[in-house]
């Protein structure tokens, strides 16, 4: 069965209305699903938030970072340990100053101590007690000031003795912590069968010796403290705190401990705070000899002087350091230079690389980077770099291109702009392509420095309507009618166009030049007559006038066009009576054309005269009148 096209019509324009923007938001949904870039972003918009709320919730997140973060740890220090050390170097200075200032006040003070009994009465008796037992004398000293000392700390499993954690003081001797643990253990155990206690009840104090053994008992894990000396009575109430503090924080590793210690390894902080230690006061009988200050004084300012020039070896280690990498990182952003091997060394730098012939010169470069010439090794081997900068230098530097001529490169197309010589866009055309990073040549931009001439020639001279212009071989011609002022600035305006080798205007007219003709039309055509007795009658003398401003016009305009003329003056006669008298009339009526245009201010050497006779003796007015004639001076 066919359906109309117009049904089918209908029917997508029914779907697009129902369906069309559930369908838009389904295609939205699968193509943001199909970008990962877009699931990343939806997956950080809400990861900080799931992460605190994954950590508020249990430790899981903790335990599932842990193996990754250790192992990025472990591989940043074998990939690189030096910026590993610079980044760690602000924290483990002050620490480690901090731990040896701890360490050198307590020696110090075992020091002081030890000298303090050594000059006295006690301490030559504790002395002889050393010899006679065979133990150290600092030992001697310690047994009889030390009040008491907690020596070690264990943390053990009720009812498995399992050790949960141990810790001890560094001063105390090695003991084996899971077998004290388990006897321990055992001794409790023991105890309560024997006596038949209830469950909760245990030991509370073991005494061996010198050393008591102070036990705190808690749900899922018991305290014992090994103690050297008497046990004061508030650090029960101590170790009491410290357990309790443990069940609180570590609740659910207490009661899931499976015999791994390391699963408690968080806990031995706060199980160290139990190692404490107190020293009798011990009446002093006199003071550290002067000698023995001056020594103190003279250890300590070795000390200092030795630390001081490690800091100062360690500064200068970094400074340099961070020298070669400045300059590293500066030869890495230079186009034309390439490093294939970076061999770091003390106070001296190996390098060895590419180098472009059209790269930078790098001396400027260990300037910049604060590092003298002769502790750099540097080996570059020749070859050419496609980087479009050094590409288009090679291209300026191959091509030559003349003032006015602009280069670009995009995408391995050079590109031309401006205007150039024909001679040199046929060069071009030959050399680009042989240029090495140059894939094609784009003249589009360019234009023929004649073409370019032209535009500028006709926007700064601005010929009027009548001029043709045209350059060839960068010269101007033009042809046509101008007015007289343009065409005598026309070669001054050209000299001012930048790469104009001149200007021909053989064939230019200037429009004057046609006034000039049309005034000695008129004027030539104009004739003055006189009357029988060689007089002007009234109209006759109006038209002399006008005449003469017409001439006065010519004169002037005959000056600006440089054409020297002069006016031939031409009385005739009649030709009746004698030929002699005839002549005379006719230079008389020339003669007095020429003073009343004198006197209108023409000048009079601007007029030459003559008569001319009739042939046929006729008493005609035609026959008495003075004509002109307008002659060029062609010699001037």
């Known amino acids: ?6 049904s089918d019509d209908a029917l997508g324009t029914l779907k697009q209305l129902l369906l069309g923007e559930e369908q838009q938001q389904i295609e939205a949904i699968s193509e943001r699903l199909a970008d990962p870039s877009l699931r990343s972003e939806d997956v950080a918009e809400v990861l900080p938030d799931a992460v605190r709320l994954r950590d508020a919730r249990d430790d899981e997140l903790t335990d599932a970072l842990e193996p990754p973060v250790t192992q990025c740890i472990e591989r940043s220090i074998r990939r690189d340990p030096d910026n590993f050390a610079n980044a760690l170097y602000p924290v483990m200075g002050p620490a480690i100053r901090q731990s040896i200032t701890s360490t050198l006040r307590g020696l110090v003070e075992n020091i002081n101590r030890t000298l303090e009994h050594s000059l006295s009465i006690q301490g030559l008796k504790w002395r002889i007690e050393a010899l006679r037992t065979g133990v150290p004398f600092a030992e001697i000293v310690l047994r009889h000031t030390l009040a008491y000392r907690v020596e070690q700390v264990f943390l053990i499993q009720p009812g498995s003795g399992l050790l949960m954690q ?61 103690v050297r000396g008497i046990v004061p009575s508030e650090l029960r109430e101590h170790c009491q705190e410290v357990l309790e503090n443990l ?20 806990a031995a902080p706060l199980l160290g705070r139990c190692l404490r230690s107190q020293h009798k006061s011990v009446e002093k009988k006199r003071g550290l000899s002067p000698a023995f200050i001056l020594i103190l004084l003279g250890l300590a300012m070795l000390a200092a002087w030795w630390g001081y020039r490690l800091w100062q070896a360690h500064r200068a280690q970094q400074d340099w350091q961070a020298r070669e990498h400045r300059l590293v990182a500066l030869l890495d952003a230079q186009p034309g230079l390439t490093l294939t091997d970076v061999i770091y060394g003390r106070q001296r730098l190996r390098l060895r690389g590419l180098r472009d012939p059209q790269a930078a010169p790098v001396e400027p470069l260990l300037k910049q980077a604060g590092i003298e010439p002769g502790r750099v090794d540097m080996q570059w081997r020749p070859y050419l ?39 040199w866009l046929r060069r071009a055309r030959l050399q680009a392509p042989l240029i090495p990073g140059v894939q094609g040549l784009d003249e589009q931009g360019l234009q023929s420095l004649d073409d370019y001439l032209l535009e500028q020639a006709r926007t700064r001279l601005a010929p009027p309507q009548g001029v043709e212009m045209r350059v060839e071989q960068q010269r101007l011609a ?145 026959a008495r009148r003075t004509e002109f004639r307008i002659i060029l001076d062609q010699g001037q």
């Open 247 to 266: 069940h609180a924080r570590y609740r659910s590793q207490l009661e899931q401990f499976d015999g791994r210690t390391e699963t408690l390894a968080p």
């Open 166 to 226: 141990h810790v001890q003081d560094e001063l105390a001797g090695q003991a084996d912590a899971d077998a004290i643990s388990g006897m321990l253990t055992a001794i409790t155990q023991f105890v309560r069968d024997a006596f038949q206690a209830d469950e909760k009840d245990g030991l509370d104090t073991v005494e061996m010796g010198e050393h008591t053994v102070l036990l705190v008992h808690g749900p899922q894990a018991y305290l014992a403290a090994v």
């Open 385 to 423: 770099d496609l980087d479009p900068r050094l590409v288009e230098q090679r291209a300026r530097k191959t091509l030559a291109p003349p003032e006015g001529v602009s280069l670009s490169l995009r995408q391995g197309i050079l590109r031309l702009s401006g205007h150039a010589p024909a001679d």
């Open 478 to 622: 033009v042809r046509g009618s101008a007015p007289l002022a343009w065409i005598e600035g026309l070669d001054q305006a050209a000299a001012a166009i930048p790469g104009l080798q001149g200007v021909d205007r053989q064939g230019l007219v200037p429009t004057e030049s046609l006034e000039f003709e049309q005034l000695r039309i008129r004027i030539e055509n104009t004739n003055i007559y006189f009357t029988e007795r060689s007089e002007l009658d009234q109209n006759q003398q109006q038209q002399l006038a006008r005449l003469g401003q017409t001439l006065k016009q010519l004169y002037h305009l005959g000056q600006r066009l440089h054409t020297p003329f002069h006016v031939l003056l031409i009385g005739h006669t009649d030709g009746v009576g004698l030929p002699e008298l005839n002549s005379q009339i006719g230079l008389t009526r020339a003669l007095l054309v020429r003073d009343t245009l004198v006197s209108q201010g023409l000048p009079a050497e601007l007029f030459r005269w003559q008569a001319e006779i009739g042939q046929t003796p006729i008493q005609d007015v035609s």
């Open 1 to 6: 069965m066919n359906t109309p096209a117009g």
